[in-house]
């Protein structure tokens, strides 16, 4: 049986690809803030009969992330890890001349420091398994210039070239940064709450993802519209 961690997995793209995952038979262990939610989560995503433990916690606690590797390890061992918890820095967004300093540390705490953290304690685990692999969740404000995105699209950047270096350094697993577009979620709502655009569901996007599992192309940077071209 198959074992994924997912952080910020109570609700948005990371309880969507719990769900897809658990469809299919893998056991989980989610991670999120607020306990209420997780616990709902979790409870949903039994229900397709995989083993499911949640967590609640915060991804920049070394223990925490000792927690759920151990959880993991009871499980049968690690073979994917999703780093999907984010933090935007200031919400709403706002100009790098009004980035409060203490939100951009939180959001390189969040969106860098603990991903590093997570799969440092799961690397042995990744390694015994026969398809390791990891999951950055990553933004197109890593690339590009967006007024406003200064602070997370700095945190993804790094986050990105974590991915990039991991995966040159640990060849035998695959290391994915993966950008997955626009989403409603509420990270987006929080960042801009006037956009009255619609945007797509996180389970619109989850293909994307579960194509990288299923095909283990080379380790690289992905973004999700590609990954849904022709599918």
């Given amino acids: ?23 299919r038979g893998w056991d989980l ?19 397709y009969g995989t083993r499911v433990e949640g967590l609640p916690g ?28 984010s933090a935007l820095g200031a919400e709403p967004l706002v100009r790098l001349e009004a980035l409060p300093l203490q939100g951009l540390r939180r959001a390189l705490e969040v969106n860098v420091v603990a991903p590093l ?3 440092q304690e799961a690397l042995p685990l990744l390694r015994e398994s026969a398809a ?5 969740v990553s933004s197109d404000a890593a690339a590009e210039a967006y007024e406003t995105w200064g602070g997370y699209g700095a945190s993804k950047a790094a986050l990105d070239h974590l ?19 626009d989403m409603a979620t509420d990270l987006y709502a929080a960042a801009v709450p006037d956009d009255p655009d619609p945007r797509p569901a996180p389970e619109d996007v989850v293909p994307a993802f579960l194509r990288l599992i299923d095909e283990r192309p080379a380790s690289g940077r992905y973004g999700a519209p590609s990954l849904l071209e022709g599918r």
């Avoid at 390791?132 to 950055?136: A, P």
């Fill in 117 to 119: 953290g997570l799969v």
């Fill in 58 to 85: 915060d991804v920049t606690d070394a223990g925490h992330r000792a927690e759920l590797v151990a959880a993991a390890r009871r499980l049968g061992g690690v073979d994917l890890v999703v780093n999907n918890a």
């Fill in 1 to 23: 049986m198959s074992v994924a961690i997912i952080t910020g997995a109570s609700k948005g793209l990371g309880r969507a690809l719990g769900a897809a995952l658990a469809e």
């Fill in 29 to 47: 262990v989610l991670d999120a803030r607020t306990p209420t939610a997780l616990k709902e989560a979790a409870g949903a995503l039994s229900a």
């Fill in 163 to 181: 991915s990039a270096v991991l995966g040159e350094e640990e060849p035998e697993l695959r290391v994915y940064a993966v950008d997955p577009g």
């Fill in 132 to 136: 390791g692999t990891v999951i950055d």
